[in-house]
């Protein structure tokens, strides 16, 4: 038994091409759409002229009159100037505690200028003091002294802007 390859037979050449059908049912829906849209639209054309007379006779209707808001009285503005506000602070007590700030502490001198120069950005003065321990000679980066400890604390928020967080505040005494 022999097999025919329809396939690679090809066609005739005297054989037209096949016709694709016409697509009927799409061409009815299409222009139905159509029409309907243009109905849609022709049904429309007139309703923006007859909006503006209803809100028009809206208007001419009278409202009932609202009642008048009653008038509001505030105590607070006629006895505040006459109040006065008593605050118990602490005394003061002046000492000798001074309050120093440790930003770091080096080996070598130029890191601790460096650290001295990003603080001079932050419009503060610091100082590099070198000391000698039993590790070898240490540069540190110092600020201060502070009569309190408070002032203290603003400097070192204030250099935490630039990233130096390893600022310390200590009771410290220079001698």
Known sequence: MAHKDYVSRGRS???????APVPWLR???TLALI????YFLWSIRNSAEEQPDRVQEQQAEPQ??????PQEEWEFVETLPR??????LPEEVESDVRWLMQCGSFRNADQAEQMR?????????SQVRPSNGKNGRWYRVILGPYERKRAAERDRHAI???GISTCQIWNWNLD
């Open 13 to 19: 050449a005297n054989a037209p091409p096949p016709k």
């Open 117 to 125: 120069a990003k603080i001079a950005f932050q419009g503060l003065e």
């Open 64 to 69: 009932e009159a609202l009642p008048e808001l």
């Open 83 to 88: 109040q006065t506000v008593e605050v118990d």
């Open 35 to 38: 029409l309907a849209f243009a």
């Open 27 to 29: 061409i009815i829906v």
């Open 160 to 162: 935490q802007k630039t």
